[in-house]
C-alpha cells in the first residue's frame, strides 16, 4: 500500500536556526507532491509543490523542498526559521494519475524565541 | 483562482440532531470532491470522495449512513452528519480539484462541536 512517512513528529527549534523536515514516499510510478502549512487554529495552506522539472521547488515564506527520486523523499527546508513559524506541517503525495492525496502524519515545528 | 468555501465555519448542536456542512468551489468547477476529518493535534484523515451526478466514495470504517455526502451540482457537495453524538465532535475539511488537474485546492474547515 501506498504510504508516506514523515519521522519528524516534533520539532523544537531556536529562531535563525536551520529546518529540515522529513518525507518520505511508497510509490514507484509518477508522484505529484505537497507541502501544507497549517498554523494553530488556522486552516491548511499550501507551502510548495512539485508536479516535474527543477526538482528543487521554491515555496512561500522563504520555504524549499528537494524532490529526490532516487530516495522517494521530498524534504522541507528553510535556511532560518522564525517564531511565526510554529505550525503543522503536513507532506500529501497524490501517486500517478488520480487526485487522491496520501497525507503524512505531520509534523509539529515549535520555534523558541 | 481555485476558492474553496464552507459554510459554516463552525457550527454547536445537540446530540441526536443532524448538521449539513457546505462546500463550494467559488471560480471553477470541481468534477471531484474530498472530505475529511480532522482530530486535534493529527494528520487529515480521508472520509469519502465525491463524484459530480455520483454516489461517493467511502473509506474503510466511514459509515456512509451516519455521513451522508451528496454532490448535486459542480461546485458544490455537502455533507451531513446525521444524528451527531458527541464523538462527532472535529474538525470536517473539504477539498475541490478541477479535471485534469492533480491538485486539492482545500477548505478553511468547519468546526462542528456536538453537546
Known amino acids: 500500500a501506498q504510504s508516506v512517512s514523515q519521522h519528524n513528529h516534533h520539532v523544537i527549534l531556536s529562531e535563525a536556526a536551520s529546518l529540515e523536515l522529513g518525507c518520505n514516499y511508497s510509490?514507484?510510478?509518477?508522484?505529484?507532491l505537497f507541502w501544507y502549512v497549517q498554523y494553530p487554529g488556522q486552516h491548511l495552506q499550501l507551502l510548495l509543490k512539485?508536479?516535474?522539472?527543477?526538482?528543487l521547488v521554491k515555496g512561500i515564506k522563504g520555504f524549499e523542498a528537494e524532490f529526490i527520486k532516487s530516495k522517494f523523499s521530498f524534504n522541507l527546508r528553510k535556511p532560518s526559521v522564525q517564531w511565526s513559524d510554529t505550525a503543522e506541517y503536513f507532506c500529501?503525495?497524490?501517486?500517478?494519475?488520480?487526485?487522491?492525496?496520501?497525507f503524512g502524519t505531520g509534523t509539529r515545528l515549535k520555534v523558541l524565541a | 483562482g481555485a476558492v474553496v468555501s464552507q459554510h459554516p465555519s463552525w457550527v454547536i448542536c445537540k446530540s441526536g440532531t443532524s448538521v449539513k456542512i457546505e462546500c463550494r468551489s467559488l471560480?471553477?468547477?470541481?468534477?471531484?470532491m474530498f472530505w475529511y476529518r480532522q482530530f486535534p493535534k493529527q494528520s487529515l484523515m480521508l472520509m469519502a470522495t465525491?463524484?459530480?451526478?455520483?454516489?461517493?466514495?467511502?473509506e474503510q470504517g466511514v459509515e456512509k449512513d451516519k455521513f451522508l455526502i451528496n454532490h448535486a451540482s459542480l461546485t458544490l457537495s455537502t455533507l451531513t452528519v446525521t444524528s451527531a453524538h458527541p464523538e462527532d465532535s472535529s474538525f470536517y475539511i473539504c477539498?475541490?480539484?478541477?479535471?485534469?488537474?492533480?491538485?486539492?485546492?482545500f477548505g478553511p474547515g468547519t468546526r462542528l462541536t456536538v453537546t
Open positions: 512539485y508536479f516535474s522539472g527543477d526538482p
Open positions: 465525491s463524484n459530480e451526478g455520483s454516489k461517493a466514495t467511502y
Open positions: 500529501a503525495v497524490n501517486a500517478g494519475l488520480t487526485y487522491k492525496y496520501i
Open positions: 510509490y514507484g510510478g509518477t508522484v505529484n
Open positions: 471560480d471553477f468547477q470541481a468534477t471531484t
Open positions: 477539498s475541490a480539484t478541477e479535471p485534469s488537474v492533480y491538485e486539492q485546492y
